[in-house]
């Protein structure tokens, strides 16, 4: 859409204080656990778990693989409408953003084993190679962990010729970095950077709304009776070398105070905030849209009952929210790229 740099007209549904409740998605994963079913509201009651597990719920997704359903409180909002749909129809509740697809995606991960070791494509090249699809950059915010726990990010090759080398005589033990981390931190994953989660996380991811991941190394896994598919020529082109990830990718947010957006990491992409609220808090919702996802506890959000699992959308000049409660948020918006100029 058109964008002169004014304000768009606020719609009525965000005079009118709007809030629009996503229904997630799960996705079996052959390395995904049961917590998704047990200590969230996503199971059916009484249903049997899939032998492989649920390893994701797509919360917030307009992705072709994943489109969630949207209700807005209140009962105005037409039953079976999607995010895609409302997006693509609505465009002035996402402040007319000029991206063509809604683009942010916000998954919950239940790692019971450890995941491939992978590597996503930037932008052009998805775009080039995967049919026009958008590359992924992403964040974690680790939600638990075991103690002492480690993540793979990065890699130890000094030269292309020396990553071909290590991956092709199987030497990922000399090759993937291992980086400490624990509950609360936030990891940044930039295309280019080899990396996994591992077996006892569970974590909120944000991410381009993408499918896209090239799996390196996938421990000799054998899905369906046959070994899962890699994707060694496209990782070697996009894998960033010499890797300088390091430390730096990690950010401890222990600490933080209550009761206050704490901005935990802005890109290109995507601005990521936390928010712990004890007994009473306000912010204001200014940017042209903003997910609320509910990690811990319950409480309510201008006066509608949430929970743990919860998550919900803020659409464009909503203003002044309230919450009520003691809870962890994890909040986030589109940044940089498709936001209309003088934002």
């Known amino acids: 859409m058109k964008n002169n740099g004014e304000s768009p007209r606020l719609p009525r549904q965000a005079q009118e204080k709007a809030i629009f409740f996503l229904h997630p998605i799960l996705k079996e994963r052959i390395w995904g656990g049961n917590r998704l079913v047990t200590e969230f509201p996503y199971g059916k009651p009484g ?11 797509w919360a917030v997704s307009a992705h072709q693989h994943g489109d969630c359903l949207v209700t807005q409180d209140g009962g105005a909002q037409p039953s079976g409408m999607t995010l895609s749909q409302l997006y693509a129809r609505r465009r002035e509740l996402f402040g007319n953003l000029a991206a063509q697809d809604f683009p942010l995606l916000v998954k919950v ?12 494509p930037d932008d052009v090249y998805a775009r080039e190679n995967e049919g026009g699809s958008l590359g992924k950059t992403e964040c974690w915010y680790i939600m638990d962990c ?3 726990a480690r993540l793979v990010i990065g890699h130890h090759a000094r030269t292309r010729q020396e990553l071909r080398e290590m991956i092709g005589q199987g030497r990922y033990g000399e090759l993937i970095r291992e980086i400490p981390v624990r509950k609360g931190d936030l990891i940044q994953i930039a295309p280019g950077t080899v990396h996994a989660v ?9 991410q381009q709304s993408s499918d896209v991941t090239y799996r390196v190394y996938d421990y000799g896994r054998l899905e369906d009776g046959a070994p899962r598919k890699l994707h060694v020529c496209q990782s070697m082109e996009v894998i960033r070398v010499p890797d300088d990830t390091g430390d730096q990718a990690v950010r401890h947010c222990a600490g933080l105070p209550a009761n206050r957006k704490n901005l935990l990491v802005e890109c290109d992409y995507y601005k990521v905030w936390k928010l712990t609220v004890e007994r009473e808090a306000a912010i204001v919702q200014d940017e042209p849209f903003l997910i609320l996802s509910v990690l811990e506890g319950s409480g309510a959000v201008d006066g509608r009952p949430v929970a743990k699992g919860s998550h919900l959308l803020l659409p464009y000049g909503y203003g002044e929210v309230s919450f ?9 918006t589109a940044a940089g790229q498709g936001v209309p100029a003088g934002r």
């Open 324 to 332: 009520a409660g003691e809870m962890e948020l994890i909040l986030s």
């Open 47 to 57: 249903g049997k778990l899939p032998a492989s597990g649920i390893g994701e719920c």
């Open 146 to 148: 075991p103690e002492d």
């Open 109 to 120: 991960i239940d790692a019971r084993e450890d995941l491939s070791i992978q590597v996503h």
């Open 198 to 206: 591992k077996a006892g996380f569970l974590i909120l991811e944000t």
